[in-house]
């Protein structure tokens, strides 16, 4: 098989408004566009790393140098798990690779991921980032056509609530899952959990510390608890039994569809809940999400509305629900 020519490219993502979490405020975020061109057919992907792991575009860029003799070899997306590790960078060339191959073998990603139908618009959450009560309302009252809203928390047990009691208040039409982003200590999550009961709150996400999942084991929560930052790659899956409800899938933390599959279908055998969710990205990088967003309960996929701009074509936001076409990405 012929080699490939192995395009990377630099892209700054403006975000509308700042966007808070905790430990963190981002207003602009740099992300990787990897092209895979056989000479008739270009693959695309786009990745922005794992900020909490130091995997951002420097360190996602030598990994791709360090790797381009292999990558241009045109491995097998199995192979390229061997070839980078979880993250960033091998994320974009196995969405690049995904792309490609849908080209050259005239099927869609869908039909070569195994799916039986074509997807259909799923039902996302839409983030409201961490502000004074008040405004986080006022945001949430702006998400008019949101029928799910997730909430990020600050570790800040008072004001936490106050936050999700004022949207609660602003939103009771929707479902609301929150976000920890690990800002909580294990003696936070009963009182949080108890004060988030009568908000009809349907999700805690990652309330303790990467590392602290220990801590979790024999404390049973009436709400279902979720991990992300805690469960990275399908060698995490198997530690979430016992300590979360949810494995929160992202494909930059993983390395790409290709493992987000294969954790989908663990996390299922150990029967487990499936998320798919992403940080700030264009529709590029939330499409190849969005196809493992068919196999999973719970979507969080918002990235793109956080945006300035977006890339044309782009996904549909439509009624609560998210539709990423063929024409965005992985098209035969």
């Known amino acids: 098989m012929s080699g490939l020519d192995m395009i990377v490219e630099v892209v700054s993502l403006q975000l509308d408004q700042p966007f808070r979490i905790t430990g963190h405020v981002f207003d602009c975020v740099d992300a990787l566009l990897v092209t895979l061109d056989d000479g008739a057919h270009r693959g695309c992907g786009e990745a922005a790393g794992v900020y909490y792991l130091g995997d951002e575009v420097p360190q996602m860029r030598e990994a791709l140098e360090s790797a381009r003799s292999a990558i241009v070899a045109q491995p097998s997306r199995e192979e390229l798990r061997a070839i980078l590790p979880a993250g960033g960078a091998r994320n974009a060339v196995d969405a690049a690779l995904w792309d490609l191959e849908a080209k050259q073998q005239k099927q869609a990603v869908w039909q070569l991921a195994g799916l039986r139908e074509a997807p259909k618009p799923v039902r996302t959450t839409f983030t409201v980032s ?79 510390p990467r590392g602290c999942e220990a801590q979790l084991e024999g404390f049973a929560s ?111």
């Open 130 to 208: 961490a502000d004074t009560p008040q405004a986080m309302a006022n945001r949430a009252k702006g998400y008019l056509q949101a029928r799910s809203i997730k909430i990020k928390l600050t570790g800040e047990l008072e004001l936490d609530i106050a936050r999700v009691t004022a949207i609660r208040a602003a939103r009771l039409d929707v479902w609301l899952g929150v976000d920890g982003n690990q800002g909580f200590e294990i003696g936070d999550l009963e009182p949080l959990v108890t004060a988030l009961l009568p908000l009809e709150v349907k999700l805690v996400e990652q309330p303790l």
């Open 222 to 332: 009436p709400i279902p608890l979720a991990g992300d930052e805690s469960l990275l790659t399908l060698a995490d899956v198997a530690s979430a039994v016992g300590r979360f409800d949810v494995v929160n899938i992202k494909l930059d933390k993983c390395g790409g569809l290709t493992e987000g599959l294969l954790m989908a279908q663990e996390a299922r055998r150990l029967g487990l809940g499936v998320m798919v969710g992403t940080m700030v990205g264009t529709s590029l990088a939330t499409a190849p999400a969005f196809v493992l967003g068919q196999l999973c309960d719970l979507v969080d996929l918002d990235g793109p509305t956080f945006l300035r701009e977006d890339r044309v074509p782009s996904v549909i936001y439509n009624l609560g629900a998210l539709y990423a076409g063929p024409e965005v990405w992985g098209a035969p």
